[in-house]
């Protein structure tokens, strides 16, 4: 089957079991739920959880970035990872009375998981398990980890015994995480980055063939839009290990919205409503704009559209 055709197919079959899925729910309102229907019904009564990292907002230092996040109604805060240990009184005192939380933490770790150089694979364990200790006390939902990007070489090869080794480690530190009331999150990512793990599906299987409430995965718009078929469609592959999302515009990795008509993600929300989504969906990416307050707040009200939409 031709590429184009197969892209076709694969398109079509996911509008077709989401419509019908849909349907069956009552439209997208998920109206005629009850108790106990399909997973698709989870829906009804889902909610946007916008978070940003900490160089989305505008502002000076912690404390401005916060009422900026306050002042739009975002509930979730994504910082880095690396020097997270020394951060966490920082980020507790600024977060103090309101209403955000610590969603994702994002990566920051050293080394990688897949190296063929076991002292670049324990920098990586020690690194994420100071991380994962500081996102616990923050109440984070998670660390995100890379198993390997592009640029990291000795890598191991890309065979079922690599697969092996890398749920075994990540196991591991699953156990880790879950011990301090968090998860590691797994992100797949395009192929200019990333070839190891690209699609969500993948790293959905991943989670369920090592079976820990610890670790879970993340769907990035970004990266999906030049790996995924369909959003709607990988974002119901992952189901209930689906732990973060990210989101960017889908030509420039920039606000959503910069890129004008193609920053579209109804049928990501879509699908992010039928499995039930409740954690959150941050932003990872640029601005184009130098007014970035107006850009940022544009942003958040396309999201909002777009997810009544859905």
Not at 119 to 132: G, K, L, P, S
Request: charged content about 25%; proline content about 3%; some cysteine.
């Amino acid at each position: 089957m031709a590429l184009l055709d197969r892209r076709n197919f694969l398109r079509a079959a996911a509008a077709t079991v989401g419509g019908a899925a849909l349907s069956a729910c009552g439209g997208g309102k998920n109206s005629c739920c009850t108790e106990g229907e399909s997973a698709c019904c989870k829906g009804k009564d889902v909610k946007l959880n916008i978070s940003f990292q900490e160089g989305t907002a505008p502002g000076a230092n912690l404390n401005e970035k916060f009422d900026f996040m306050d002042n739009l109604g975002i509930v979730g805060f994504e910082p880095g990872g690396r020097g997270l240990a020394g951060r966490v009184k920082e980020i507790k005192d600024a977060l103090s009375g309101r209403n955000i939380k610590v969603s994702a933490i994002c990566a920051g770790f050293q080394g990688f998981i897949l190296s063929e150089d076991t002292a670049v694979r324990q920098q990586c364990i020690d690194t994420m398990h100071e991380i994962i200790t500081a996102a616990g006390e923050l109440g984070s939902t998670g660390v995100i980890i890379v198993p390997a990007f592009n640029s990291q070489v000795p890598v191991k090869p890309h065979t079922q015994e690599t697969r092996d080794f890398l749920c075994e480690q990540f196991d591991q530190l699953g156990t880790f995480a879950a011990q301090h009331n968090t998860t590691i999150i797994m992100e797949p990512l395009n192929r200019k980055e990333a070839f190891y793990l690209r699609l969500v599906a993948d790293a959905a299987s991943i989670c369920r063939d090592i079976n820990n409430p610890g670790v879970r995965c993340l769907g990035d718009f970004w990266h999906m839009t030049w790996e995924e078929t369909s959003d709607l469609g990988a974002f119901i592959s992952a189901g209930e290990y689906l732990q973060h999302v990210h989101i960017a515009s889908r030509k420039r990795r920039s606000m959503p919205g910069e890129d004008g008509d193609a920053d579209n993600y109804v049928e990501g929300f879509k699908g992010l409503k039928m499995i039930g989504y409740d954690k959150y969906v941050s932003f990872e990416c640029g601005c184009q704009s130098e007014d970035r307050a107006a850009t940022v707040t544009a942003a958040v009200k396309l999201m909002r559209d777009q997810w009544e939409q859905a």
